[in-house]
């Protein structure tokens, strides 16, 4: 069975803004940058940004922090009812935590065809054959959320080649 | 490009029995008992255990624990070379946190045919679309890490039946 959104466009728009404002704080500290945020009944309650390289932890992602977040803020493991979103599709194991918590409705900004899991590689979030699956829609605030993600990498290639030029 | 197991079947069962270990102490508290180690060059580096009630957290996976304390033990979050074991199959998310930490090669005890991401319903782990691939072995103490999960089970419905037949 097919799910269907809750949110007006415009709703769908502010949370990737504040998704973005998330991405934002990770590009701060040099980490590739995607923010997520989780909302309940309007309210955000869990917010993350990346933090791979400063952790130094494979599962440090976005969404993992503003899942863990939510479920802090309301001492369940259950998300029923709640909204994530986040600049970049989730890959396989952000996917699977979402899975996991139940989220309802999966909003993401940027398309990642090279390792996607809500719709370009595989599309877990849809997949019946689980015990919990949600409505996603991609797309939001697309090219705001690939262009910070653009402007990072060309920055960090810039930084790689003034470096190298320097070595010589 | 199909991956090879560099562990002898004494050494798989012997890091098993540290997985049922770790599902051990998770049955002690009441929480499903699934248990995990990472492994690197012969030494146990990262273990964990289903924590998901006591914490209300859905990434509470007992892969994620052990994951996460290997690369904090390394303080990498590349866990190339590293070897993970499980009691049960492990989902989308924790198999997706497995190819995130490039874990070379993947056990696991019992299939889980209604969720499992390592082969069951799906394969993430051996997908030659995504950046990194594991091996991956399921069926290693096979029936020991199924039981533990069968009497856990069976113990939880004997136990609601009582308070159903209390409640009468």
Chains 1, 2 share one sequence.
């Not at 590689?121 to 829609?137: G, P, Q, T």
């Amino acid at each position: 069975m097919k799910k269907e959104s809750t949110l007006t466009q415009s709703e769908k728009e502010y949370f990737m803004r504040e998704a973005l404002k998330e991405a934002q704080k990770a590009e701060a500290i040099a980490e590739v940058p995607i923010g997520a945020v989780v909302v309940l009944e309007g309210q955000i309650i869990g917010r993350g940004h990346n933090l791979r390289e400063k952790q130094q932890e494979a599962t440090a992602h976005a969404e993992m922090f503003a899942i863990q977040q939510a479920c802090q803020a309301i001492e369940s493991w259950r998300l029923e009812q709640a909204q994530l979103f986040v600049t970049l599709e989730p890959c396989p194991m952000c996917s699977g935590a979402m899975m996991l918590a139940r989220v309802e409705e999966v909003y993401f900004g940027a398309y990642d065809p090279k390792g996607g899991a809500a719709g370009s590689l595989l599309n877990l979030l849809e997949d019946e054959r689980f015990n919990h699956w949600s409505y996603v829609e991609g797309g939001i605030l697309e090219e705001a959320c690939g262009q910070v993600l653009k402007d990072f990498f060309r920055a960090l290639r810039q930084k790689k080649k003034q470096k190298k030029s320097g070595n010589l």
